[in-house]
């Protein structure tokens, strides 16, 4: 597409975070955007805030987690639309703790969310592609889809089984140009997510942090990618300097992982164990932002360069260093 002007766009998830900045992005644009969550009477906010920005604004009121309701979502989005020309599975949540100790109900949740919503989203929506010969599918995905994430594996496991996914896909639509899979990946974001996480570590979440990444700088980076389609489209410094770390010394970024969480929740108060957002939408966190952002100190950036740098400079002599055969 040259120009999202009256282009139909759903995205799920769109209540709050990212979801909701896409939906101000695509609706500056002058897309159509259908808006999809469990949080109804937010979703409507969402809504008038686009139409006030001259978008006409459709609210789906959708759970991904239930493949009728993505179902229902792609047959009211074409019927409402006249078709789908962009699809942005970005619903997610999270539960933080060890694993042991986190219920084996709250990992299924966080798997049935981040994984099986957008596979069902997508299961909802190529068959529309399909009929129009066209259509982009966009799945915000995470710096956990290269990475591990200790206190938050099933986050994990679902993040790699949605790369696996997109990429599996893209495989079976490589006959069918028109239709572009992609994925944004983003690091940490300064979303309200962390407010909506289960928590089962025992402390206080207390994610401050000058690392996290702008939520528009996400939505923007969709927009982006649903004016022109990429494979991979990173957010910030942080998701290829971590893919590059992982990918070179996997065992060290385990190990600083690992004890870098434990160390961080053993320094915070103590807190109840909560389910969050898991099983039921939660009030708390409505806007764009989640206000976790701290100012970065002014030596920050050079450091965070250099970090590139040498991480770039391993990886290289790493793969250019010469291999001697054995006799």
Sequence with gaps: MESLQGASVVITGAS????????????????????????????????????????AALVVPTDVTQPDALRHLAARVEEAFGGIDVWVSNAGTGALGRFDETPVEAHRRVIETNLFGPLYGAHAVLPVFRRQGRGVLINTVSVGAFTPAPFAAAYAAAKFGLEGLIESLRAELADTP?????????????????????????????????????????????????????????????????????????????????????????????????????????????????????????WMSPVVMAGVAVAAATAYSSLAKPRHRRH
């Design 16 to 55: 709050s975070g990212i979801g909701r900045g896409t939906a101000i992005a695509f609706a500056r644009r002058g897309a159509r955007v259908a808006l999809a969550a469990r949080r109804v009477e937010l979703l409507q906010e969402v809504a008038e805030e686009c139409r006030a920005l001259g978008a």
């Design 178 to 298: 028109a239709i572009q899979v992609c994925g944004v990946y983003p690091s940490f974001t300064d979303t309200p997510g962390m407010r909506h996480a289960a928590n089962y570590t025992g402390h206080e979440l207390e994610p401050e942090s000058p690392f996290y990444d702008d939520p528009m700088d996400v939505a923007e980076t969709i927009v982006e990618v649903a004016l022109k389609p990429r494979r991979h489209a990173m957010v910030g410094l942080l998701t290829p300097l971590a893919r590059l770390g992982n990918a070179v010394a996997p065992r060290l970024v385990e190990k600083v992982a690992g004890l870098g969480m434990k160390r961080h929740f053993e320094r915070t108060p103590p807190a109840p164990r909560t389910d969050g957002n898991l099983f039921e939408p939660v009030e708390a966190g409505r806007g764009v932002e989640g206000g976790f952002r701290t100012p970065p100190p002014s």
